[in-house]
């Protein structure tokens, strides 16, 4: 195991700052102190209560962004120390990608950018990144997290070029086709690993796909035979965490083997030469054709079973109804929104704000509130 850093590694001596100048945190470097104002933060501790697939309320043991976001950042680090990546670095990352979602997953972003189709869109990612500079309030000096550019490169994982060209130095690699650092493309593909194996694993507790079906997934199936070998007669919550852990695992090996390989074949000298390269971490051609077949019958299956059909059509009806109320009338907003509302000028973006950070039970209780005919405490 390498207990030093690859010379293409992310270097927090060496990173090109935060947005406001801070002094060198003692004990403890540049990447680790952006971990802890994540973990500190008010939207990280709201990912609890917002949900990938399943909304909050319909089980305890269904993922959360959360809990999400947390095997995201140990899929990242066992392959970072792989590859002697920044571990600080890809936890961070991995901690903060998901801060900018709206409740309800895909089904509330899709609804809010709909509703912001004509006031810039809304998505998530950006909104990321928006909330790690702009819309946390809790530091005296400053707006944001004010986070490092390594972390906030890394939270930028896709945006458009319209976007990319207003977003200053951050956005300057959408518009030059250049690559983030290592740990960046890392922490994008441990969030792979996490979401397509805990949405088997979900999706088999609720019961809307069954093992029989499974098994027509070659990924799965191959696991599974190995498991029923091992284990004969083993059955249950066994067999299937049996298989996903094995399922888990071949994908971080694949990856660390397999980029590994590209490191060697390109050898940067630094972050700044993998910045000009093709993208260095991935999968083996065979294993992203095996989860191109994961990912298609979680897609068919799962994401566009009937029932997450009826729950994301309920999620979009509340989350347009939300934004509809609040643009026909201000003053149905909180105190501290509408008096941004009035400061900042542009409404739609603060009410965008304002919806995208509840919680799932936080926008379900608020659409009561003001849509609910009986009597409901304000
Ligand atoms: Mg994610």
């Keep these: 195991m390498p207990d030093l850093l690859a010379p293409y590694a992310a270097y927090p001596e060496k990173s090109r700052g935060r947005l406001i100048f801070e002094e060198k945190p003692q004990g403890r470097t540049e990447f680790q102190r952006d971990r802890d104002r994540i973990i ?70 899709d609804a809010l950018n709909e509703c912001m189709k004509s006031h810039g869109g809304f998505e998530h990612n950006l909104q990321s990144l928006r909330v790690v500079d702009v819309l ?11 986070l490092s550019f390594e972390t906030r490169e890394g939270i930028l994982k896709h945006c458009s070029t319209r976007n990319a060209a207003r977003l200053g130095e951050i956005g300057e690699r959408f518009l030059q ?8 493309q890392l922490a994008n593909l441990a969030d792979e690993i996490a979401y397509n194996n805990h949405d088997v694993d979900d999706g088999l507790r609720s019961g809307l796909i069954t093992l029989e079906e499974l098994s027509s997934v070659a990924i799965f199936s191959d696991h599974v035979k190995t498991v029923r070998k091992i284990f004969p007669g083993i059955s249950g919550r066994r067999l299937i965490h049996e298989t996903v852990r094995r399922m888990i695992n071949s994908q971080v090996i694949d990856l660390t083997i397999q980029s590994t390989r590209n490191i ?51 999620a979009r009806r509340i989350v347009s109804d939300l934004f509809q109320a609040f643009t026909s009338d201000i003053r149905l907003l909180p105190a501290q929104f509408q008096e941004k509302a009035e400061g900042e000028g542009d409404i739609m973006r603060v009410i965008a704000d304002y919806i995208a950070g509840m919680t799932d039970r936080y926008a379900i209780r608020e659409h009561r509130r003001l849509f609910a005919v009986e009597e409901i405490p304000l």
């Design 136 to 146: 946390e309030e809790r530091y005296g000096a400053f707006d944001g997290l004010n």
């Design 177 to 184: 086709k250049k690559q983030p650092g290592l740990e960046a």
């Design 264 to 314: 060697e074949a390109e050898k940067p000298e630094n972050i700044d030469a993998v910045r000009e390269s093709s993208p260095l971490i991935a999968f083996s051609p065979e294993m992203r054709e095996a989860q191109l077949e994961l990912k298609q019958f979680l897609r068919t299956r799962l994401y566009q079973h009937y029932r997450v059909t009826r729950m994301s059509a309920k």
């Design 40 to 109: 500190h933060s008010s939207a990280f501790r709201r990912l609890e209560y917002k949900t990938q697939v399943f909304v909050n309320h319909e089980g305890d043991l269904f993922r959360t962004r959360l809990t999400h976001s947390i095997e995201v950042a140990q899929i990242g680090r066992s392959i970072a120390r792989n590859l002697a990546l920044n571990e600080d670095l890809v936890e961070a990352i991995s901690l903060a990608h998901d801060l900018g979602h709206t409740p309800f997953g895909h089904a509330g972003q």
